[in-house]
């Protein structure tokens, strides 16, 4: 079964509005999350590593205002999208590392801003 | 230089044949490898780990070559349901965090 959750699956927002998508670890807990990012032929970027009870860490180039992260219990972590752009559509996916180097992914959330 | 490069295909084969993708790392103290399949718009799985000794799994065979910094994978007897993406995992000495290549297309047509 899924080690973790990740939803929704799809959406499709208006531009200048936000979009909130949230990743649950079922099963055990996870201090630790990671959100991707991932534009059509092009590889999994990594946008930040989200820290429970702490603020999440964000890798050069994304703006910690425009993408907020909290993670605010061991099971859950939230990206959200403000003021979403069409350049904002992509396929954001979240993990969890759990043991060495074991990647859970999350099934996956596909933005598209029209 | 890019951390993990992969040629991005596609790479366009028939049924039954055999193809092979190559993925170079840049950072000489990587320590973990990893062949990943994603298909369109879903999170990628875990095809198989790479070892310096090679392994393999059916008709799967994955290979590291630390000299020459990379590792490669090869599908024999390719089947129509091998169609996706094949990415390239590498964790770097010391880091939790892993790269990914951009991933090889890989279609397998009747």
């Known amino acids: 079964g899924a080690v973790v959750s990740q939803h929704p699956s799809r959406v499709i927002c208006k531009s200048g509005t936000s979009v909130k998508i949230e990743c649950r670890s079922l099963?055990?807990?996870?201090?630790?999350m990671f959100w991707y990012r991932q534009f059509p032929k092009q590889s999994l970027m990594l946008m930040a590593t989200?820290?429970?009870?702490?603020?999440?860490?964000?890798e050069q180039g994304v703006e910690k205002d425009k993408f907020l992260i909290n993670h605010a219990s061991l099971t859950l972590s939230t990206l959200t999208v403000t003021s979403a752009h069409p350049e904002d559509s992509s396929f954001y996916i979240c993990s969890v590392g759990v043991s060495g180097d074991t990647i859970y992914f999350g099934e996956g959330s596909g933005v598209a801003v029209v | 230089r890019k951390e993990v490069e992969q040629d991005p295909g596609p790479f366009n084969v028939p049924e039954g044949a055999t193809v092979a993708f190559n993925c170079t790392y840049s950072n000489s103290a990587s320590q973990s490898f990893f062949w990943y399949r994603q298909d369109c718009r879903k999170e990628p799985k875990l095809l198989m780990s790479?070892?310096?000794s090679g392994n393999e799994d059916g008709r799967f065979t994955a290979q590291l070559n630390r000299a020459s910094q990379y590792i490669s994978l090869l599908i024999r007897d390719s089947k129509l349901s091998d169609s996706a993406t094949y990415l390239c995992?590498?964790?770097?000495?010391?880091?939790?965090?892993?790269?990914f290549g951009r991933g090889t297309s890989l279609i397998v047509h009747p």
């Open positions: 790479v070892y310096s």
């Open positions: 995992v590498v964790f770097p000495g010391g880091s939790y965090i892993p790269t």
């Open positions: 989200s820290n429970e009870g702490s603020k999440a860490t964000y």
């Open positions: 099963d055990f807990q996870a201090t630790t």
